[in-house]
């Protein structure tokens, strides 16, 4: 019988932590140990040893989860960042995050961070938050075909007319008849930002850039819009290592 695991929560908001505490108590080998608003008080509770997982969310009174991650790395209890911002995917790896959620918590989700963070306990180093493990089902336009998409493998995403093209890695371009902004809403990913009012990026994959495109491996260059530059300049800063 394997190890129950011990969980402390720790969000400024109640309810993201009751949703958590709810998905929790239905899968087994996990308890809950602590539920904190204040990153001081979960500090202390961990200090003690009194958990072996750390669910956090990122933006609180205080400390951030980020922060408070780094104060324990020493420690090694894997954490699980559960956020409603969704461009801190960087900074997770830094302070051995196993798993990014994005609010609202799903069954699904949680479960997949917990599956990680114990298989990190076990000493599996390989171990961190990967987002080529998720899956989103596009309808394809013109056709009856839906295709899954790892948001990993997408390069860019081109919004042309009534429709969003999701260029991959592997060349190929799935067409989906919906506008960029929804298509945006359902690749909700750290790593996919949008530069262009008809162009987002996975700055992960960007070979290169000069004030007015992106430049991938494959030739492919993507303009930024003029209206998004300080923003993408100041997101490309927070995340460059100092």
């Known amino acids: 019988m394997e190890k129950i695991l011990k969980i402390g929560l720790l969000d400024d908001e109640e309810h993201p932590r009751t949703l958590i505490s709810d998905v929790i108590e239905s ?6 140990a602590f539920s904190s608003a204040s990153p001081f008080e979960a500090l ?18 205080g400390f951030s989860g980020l922060e ?21 995917g960087v900074e997770s790896f830094k302070v051995n995050a196993v798993y990014y959620i994005l ?12 599956d990680k963070a114990r298989l990190a306990l076990r000493g599996n180093k ?20 839906q295709v899954f998409v790892k948001p990993a493998d997408i390069s860019y995403i081109e919004q042309k007319a009534e429709m969003t093209w999701i260029f ?7 067409k989906t008849r919906s506008r960029l902004y929804n298509t945006l809403e359902k690749v909700q990913r750290p790593f996919i930002v949008k530069i262009h009012r008809s162009y987002a990026v996975n700055y ?10 992106c430049h991938f491996q494959n030739g492919v260059r ?21």
Do not use: W
Request: with cysteine.
């Open 204 to 213: 992960l994959k960007i070979k290169s850039l000069d004030p007015a495109f």
């Open 68 to 88: 408070l991650s780094r104060k324990i790395l020493h420690l090694d209890v894997p954490v699980i960042i559960c956020s409603a911002h969704g461009d801190f």
């Open 168 to 174: 991959l890695d592997s060349g190929e371009v799935v």
């Open 126 to 145: 390989s171990v961190s938050y990967q987002p080529m493990e998720d899956l989103i089902l596009f309808k394809e336009s013109g056709d009856f075909k």
């Open 27 to 32: 899968i087994p080998g996990y308890e809950i």
């Open 222 to 242: 993507v303009p930024i819009g003029k209206e998004f530059r300080q923003d993408f300049a100041q997101f490309l800063r927070s995340k460059t290592l100092t």
């Open 103 to 114: 609010k609202p918590p799903s069954f699904f989700e949680v479960s997949i961070a917990l």
């Open 44 to 61: 202390e509770l961990i200090r003690q040893n009194l958990i072996d997982i750390l669910i956090t969310d990122i933006k609180m009174p």
